[in-house]
């Protein structure tokens, strides 16, 4: 590879300059912003498919150590969204990579950012983590902890959707529908003139729904 990486940024680490030329590569002299400097190869540095990039001399990853045995579920699904969106091996990659999700550089280079954020927006090990928009990437103005009926309202909407509103769909004439599933049980709302109709709808549907435990 003959890109040069001397002044770029690596997460916590600044290249500096060109440590030597072989056949397994060239080597990288970089410094940490904690003042230690590192040799590193040049796939260390961009990561691969099979390996996350390095972004520290270390010294991060020893107070990340720390944190991960006092919050592994939070290690653990930071571990997993990294992994379902950027590794094509994984099961359901389809569904998030592969549709264009990705996770924000401020998270997905560092579990402190990641930790730190949830901490202070309603972590809560009885709850969900989720995103709010289903299209759109993990980070901080679309992610949120809710309930698990919270997070079923918010599904990513069928592929067929054109509307762009969960339980609202276009009809015949122009008119638009709002339904709403649950338990395996569909129950349609009427048809309407405006896509904001169906959308209030199907809005009051949740919300009795919710209160009520059932349809009316």
């Not at 338990?183 to 009520?212: C, I, P, Q, S």
Request: proline share 3%; with cysteine.
């Amino acid at each position: 590879m003959d890109t040069n990486l001397v002044g770029k940024k690596f997460g916590y680490l600044t290249v500096i300059s060109l440590n030597n030329k072989h056949r397994l590569g060239k080597s990288w002299l970089c410094e940490c912003e904690c003042g230690k400097t590192i040799t590193l190869y040049t796939t260390s540095l961009l990561g691969s498919k099979s390996r996350r990039p390095t972004k520290s001399c270390g010294c991060k990853q020893k107070a990340q150590n720390g944190n991960t045995m006092q919050y592994p579920d939070l290690y653990a699904k930071w571990s997993d969204i990294i992994d379902r969106c950027y590794n094509p091996d994984r099961q359901n990659y389809d569904r998030f990579g592969a549709r264009g999700i990705t996770v924000c550089d401020e998270w997905r280079n560092s579990f402190e950012k990641f930790l730190q954020w949830n901490l202070e927006n309603g972590y809560d090990p009885n709850l969900r983590f989720s995103r709010k928009d289903k299209t759109k990437p993990y980070e901080p103005n679309n992610c949120h902890w809710v309930t698990i009926y919270e997070q079923s309202l918010n599904k990513a909407l069928m592929s067929n959707n054109k509307t762009g509103h969960t339980g609202v769909c276009l009809f015949e004439g122009g008119k638009y529908r709002a339904y709403i599933s649950r338990k395996g049980k569909r129950k349609y709302l009427g048809l309407f003139d405006t896509v904001d109709d169906a959308v209030n709808a199907r809005k009051e549907a949740e919300e009795y729904y919710e209160k009520h435990g059932s349809f009316w």
